[in-house]
C-alpha cells in the first residue's frame, strides 16, 4: 500500500479487527506464561523447602533435586517456545499495525522476561543438578 494513500474503509476495519484480535491474544498468552512461571516458582520453593527437612533420606533429596532439574529443563524450553511465539506475533502485528498507519506496539517487555526466565531455569536445572550430584552427601 502506499504511503499516501490509506486502506479503504471496509478493509481498514477488517485490518483494524485482526490488530486488536492479535493483542487480545498477546494479552492472554502473556497472562498464561506469567501464571505458569509463578506456578514453576512456587512448586520448585515447595519441594526444595521440603527436600532439605531435618531426617530426610539422602536418596530423596537427591531425587527430588533431579525433579527440580527436569521441571526447569521443561520450563526453559517452554519460555524458548514462549519466546519464538511472542516474536511471531510481534512481527504480525506490525505488519498489521503498518497497514493501518498505527505506532508499533512494544514487545520487548514479554521477550526480556521469557529471556530472562528461560536463563534463570536453565540456571536452576544447572545448580539442582549440581546439588543431586555434588552437594547432597
Known amino acids: 500500500m502506499s504511503e499516501k494513500a490509506q486502506a479503504p ?3 481498514r476495519q477488517e485490518l483494524m479487527a485482526q490488530w486488536q484480535t492479535a493483542m487480545e ?3 492472554h498468552h502473556f497472562d498464561l ?3 505458569a512461571v509463578a506456578l514453576y516458582f512456587a512448586i520448585v520453593g515447595a519441594v526444595a523447602g521440603f527436600m532439605y527437612r531435618d531426617s530426610f ?4 533429596q537427591r531425587a527430588l533435586s533431579v525433579l527440580i532439574a527436569f521441571l526447569s529443563v521443561v520450563t ?3 519460555c524458548w517456545m514462549s519466546f519464538r511465539y511472542v ?3 510481534r512481527d504480525l502485528v506490525s505488519a498489521l499495525a503498518s497497514d493501518l498507519r498505527l505506532k508499533d506496539f512494544p514487545f520487548t517487555g514479554a521477550l526480556s522476561v521469557s529471556g ?3 536463563w534463570t531455569a536453565g540456571a536452576i536445572a544447572v545448580l539442582a543438578l549440581l546439588n543431586a ?5
Open 87 to 89: 516474536k511471531r506475533l
Open 116 to 118: 530472562l526466565f528461560s
Open 25 to 27: 491474544v498477546y494479552k
Open 76 to 78: 526453559m524450553m517452554g
Open 9 to 11: 474503509l471496509p478493509q
Open 133 to 137: 550430584f555434588y552437594f547432597i552427601r
Open 57 to 60: 533420606p539422602l536418596s530423596s
Open 33 to 35: 506464561f506469567l501464571k
